[in-house]
C-alpha cells in the first residue's frame, strides 16, 4: 500500500530475498514501523522465518516462488547480494524493488565493481583482469604480493588465495581458474587500519552516513568493530565524502557498506561494497537512535531518514562458530549493559557467525579486562582495540 507519492504505508507487505541474520533484523526492525514481512529462502529453518514473517521456502530461481512474493507483497528487497540477479530482475518488472537489480550486479562482480567506482573518481587497490597465466604471472611482477580472487561469488575469504611467491602463482591459478570466466588479481595492500562506512540514500535523494567503523577481521572473517574509528577529523570527513559520492553516483536506495583502507600516508582507498545492511554495521542496533535495518527501512519505503550520531562509544564483537557457547556458559560474567543479538542458527560450524556482541566502551580498560576473563575472543585482538 503506497500513496500517490510512493510512500509506503504502514500495514504494507514487505517481501525479503534471503532469510539469514541479515533479513532477522531486517523483520524486527519493521515490526514497530507497522510492516509486515513475507521471506523467500531456501532454509526451511532461515533465522527471518523464526520472528512472525511468512515463509517461502523455495529457490531464489523459483519462477511460482517469485510470482508469489510479488503478488504477495507490496515491496521487495534483498538482504545480501548473493542472491540471484535474474530473479531481482524479473521481479522488479512485476513489484516495486527499489534496489534495483542493477547495483546488485555491479556489486557481484569484482571487475565491474572496481570500475564502477574508479569511474566516480574514488580510488581502490590496484587490479588486474586474469584470464590466463600470463596474465597472473604479469600482475605478479608489477604488484608483487598479491591476492587472486574469482569475480563473482565468495565471501568471508572465500574464493580467493593470496600469491606471496612466483612458485604459488600456478597452484593458485589451478585452484580458482574456470574456464571462459576471468578472475581478478588485485595488488596485496599494506594498511594503517581496515575501516568501513554504513551509508543510506532513500528513495528520494536523502543520504546519511553512519558513523566510521574500525573493524579487525580474523580468518578474513570480521571478528571486532570499534566506534568511533581513531581517526583525524579529515579522514572521518573523507570517508563519509566517499560513502555519499558512491551512494549517489551508484544509485543506491536503501543502505550499503562501504569497505575501505586507511593507509599509511592518510589515503583511503575503497576495498568493496556491499548494497544490503552491513556487519560492521551492527553497532547501530544499541549505538545510535536509528539503526541500519530499520534505516534500510525507511529508505526503500520512502520515509524521511533517521538520525544516525552515536550515542555512545561501542565495540561490537561477533560471534563465530563455537564462540556463542562459550559466551553463553559465561553469561554471568558479562557487564552491565552488554547487548546479545543471537540469529537463531541451530548448527554450528567453524566460521559461521551465530549473533554479535555490542558493548559500551566507557570504561575501556575494565572492559578490556572483563573481555579477556571470558576467554572468548582472542586477547591480542582485544589489546589492539581497546588499547
Known amino acids: 500500500m503506497s500513496d500517490e507519492e510512493g510512500i509506503l504505508m504502514p500495514g504494507s507487505f514487505i517481501g525479503l530475498l534471503g532469510g539469514g541474520q541479515l533479513a532477522r533484523m531486517l523483520i524486527l526492525a519493521g515490526h514497530p514501523l507497522g510492516f509486515r514481512f513475507v521471506v523467500l529462502d531456501p532454509d526451511s529453518e532461515a533465522p527471518a522465518s523464526q520472528v512472525g514473517a511468512r515463509h517461502l521456502a523455495h529457490s531464489y530461481t523459483d519462477k511460482k516462488a517469485l510470482k508469489e512474493l510479488a503478488e504477495q507483497c507490496n515491496l521487495v528487497t534483498y538482504e545480501f547480494e548473493n542472491v540471484d540477479a535474474d530473479s531481482v530482475e524479473w521481479l522488479e518488472k512485476r513489484v516495486d524493488l527499489p534496489q534495483g537489480s542493477q547495483l546488485l550486479r555491479t556489486a557481484q562482480h569484482r571487475l565491474n565493481e572496481k570500475k564502477s567506482i574508479q569511474n566516480l573518481g574514488i580510488g581502490v587497490t590496484g587490479f588486474r583482469e586474469v584470464q590466463t597465466l600470463p596474465d597472473l604471472e604479469k600482475a605478479f611482477e608489477e604488484y608483487g604480493s598479491v591476492l587472486l580472487k574469482t569475480v563473482s561469488g565468495g565471501y568471508d575469504g572465500k574464493g580467493q588465495k593470496r600469491i606471496r611467491t612466483e612458485e604459488e602463482i600456478r597452484f593458485a591459478f589451478e585452484a580458482l581458474h574456470q574456464e571462459g570466466i576471468p578472475l581478478i588479481a588485485e595488488e596485496y595492500q599494506s594498511f594503517e587500519r581496515e575501516l568501513s562506512v554504513v551509508v543510506a540514500r532513500s528513495r528520494f535523494g536523502e543520504v546519511r552516513c553512519f558513523p566510521v567503523s574500525e573493524n579487525l577481521h580474523h580468518q578474513n572473517i570480521l571478528t ?4 568511533p574509528a581513531r581517526l583525524s577529523e579529515r579522514v572521518e570527513k573523507e570517508a563519509n565524502r566517499i560513502a555519499t559520492s558512491l551512494a549517489e553516483g551508484l544509485g543506491l536506495v536503501g543502505v550499503m557498506g562501504v569497505e575501505m583502507f586507511l593507509l599509511s600516508d592518510g589515503d583511503l582507498l575503497v576495498n568493496e561494497i556491499a548494497p544490503r545492511p552491513h556487519n560492521s554495521g551492527h553497532f547501530t542496533l544499541d549505538a545510535c537512535e536509528t539503526s541500519q535495518f ?19 562509544p561501542t565495540l561490537m564483537l561477533n560471534l563465530i562458530g563455537e564462540q556463542q557457547d562459550k559466551l553463553l ?20 560450524r567453524p566460521g559461521r557467525k551465530m549473533g554479535h556482541l555490542n558493548l559500551s566502551m566507557e570504561n575501556q580498560s575494565q572492559l578490556l ?3 579477556k576473563q571470558l576467554q572468548v575472543w582472542d586477547g591480542e585482538f582485544l589489546d589492539r582495540m581497546l588499547t
Do not use: D, S, V
Not at 530499520?294 to 555512545?312: D, F, N, R, V
Not at 556458559?329 to 554450528?348: D, T, V
Open 294 to 312: 530499520h534505516q534500510h527501512l525507511l529508505a526503500i519505503a520512502g520515509w524521511p531518514l533517521g538520525p544516525t550520531e552515536l550515542i555512545k
Open 369 to 371: 579486562e572483563t573481555l
Open 224 to 227: 571486532i568493530c570499534r566506534i
Open 329 to 348: 556458559k559465561n553469561m554471568k560474567r558479562l557487564p552491565f549493559g552488554a547487548k546479545l543479538h543471537l540469529y537463531g542458527k541451530k548448527e554450528i
